[in-house]
């Protein structure tokens, strides 16, 4: 994973993204991972085309930027974030904008894990599939023991929706409030093309940050997304195309 810093404002707010152009290769959404007064990043890991053409510039190299877009993540109290691979990404900003949260944070293996040396200083329970880092298992499986103590107030989380699935039933079940950063395919990034729907909702703009009433009322949550060409498929196809 390699992060991109920008030297230039740009207000915007915890859980918001912006669109990232290489003029003749592609446009994609990328989360404001840093954010400063006269500085921000995003942070990308090349696995497709755009992404390993990202991987190749240099300092100095141009790239498009447009937004911010979306939605922002809540800011309170007794919070606990809970992150899955690169969708760490994604709820950076708000850990640094919130006041001492619980950090939850699963990745396949180590040589997976982002952000480690970022936030040593926080309350990070680290959770490997393989058992190569921190503890063997499954983010879920630590936030179950977690909401049994009954002193958090809210759970903030991105990463596979798979997993953001189970953390929000975890949520219902221990009646606790959930905001989900969810992913979709965005082209436009202003809720002109359609593509990023999750049932009534645009993601790109309504979201990408739905909150516990909003996820309720999406039966697709989990289960489906759509491709490049609108067609809805399933969670396991969207991903073998993406």
């Not at 390699?2 to 915890?14: T, V």
């Not at 911010?68 to 950076?92: I, M, T």
């Not at 009322?217 to 759509?226: D, I, L, S, V």
Request: proline letters at 3%; charged letters at 25%.
């Amino acid at each position: 994973q390699i992060s991109f810093f920008f030297k230039h404002h740009i207000d915007c707010k915890p859980g918001q993204f912006i669109m990232a152009w290489l003029p003749g290769i592609d446009e994609k959404p990328m989360a404001v991972s840093y954010h400063s007064k006269n500085e921000f990043a995003f942070t990308s890991q090349a696995i497709g085309t755009f992404t390993k053409k990202l991987d190749s510039l240099k300092k100095g190299s141009k790239i498009g930027i447009r937004g911010p877009y979306g939605n922002s993540f809540s800011l309170k109290s007794n919070a606990c974030v809970v992150a899955g691979g690169v969708g760490f990404a994604s709820v950076s900003t708000l850990i640094d904008s919130l006041k001492n949260p619980l950090i939850i944070y699963g990745a396949r293996s180590k040589a997976h894990l982002i952000y480690i040396k970022r936030y040593k200083n926080k309350k990070m329970l680290i959770t490997t599939d393989d058992g190569s880092f921190g503890r063997k298992g499954f983010t879920t499986d630590v936030l179950k023991e977690v909401l049994q103590n009954k002193s958090i107030k809210i759970v903030y989380t991105c990463g596979p929706e798979i997993m953001m699935k189970k953390v929000f039933d975890l949520c219902e079940k221990y009646k606790v409030e959930c905001e989900a950063s969810l992913e979709r395919y965005m082209a436009c990034g202003f809720g002109i093309c359609g593509k990023c729907m999750i049932n009534d909702k645009i993601c790109c703009v309504d979201g990408p940050v739905f909150n516990s009433k909003q996820l309720r009322q999406m039966p697709e949550f989990g289960q489906f997304a759509r491709l490049k060409s609108g067609r809805k498929v399933t969670l396991k196809e969207y991903h073998e195309v993406h």
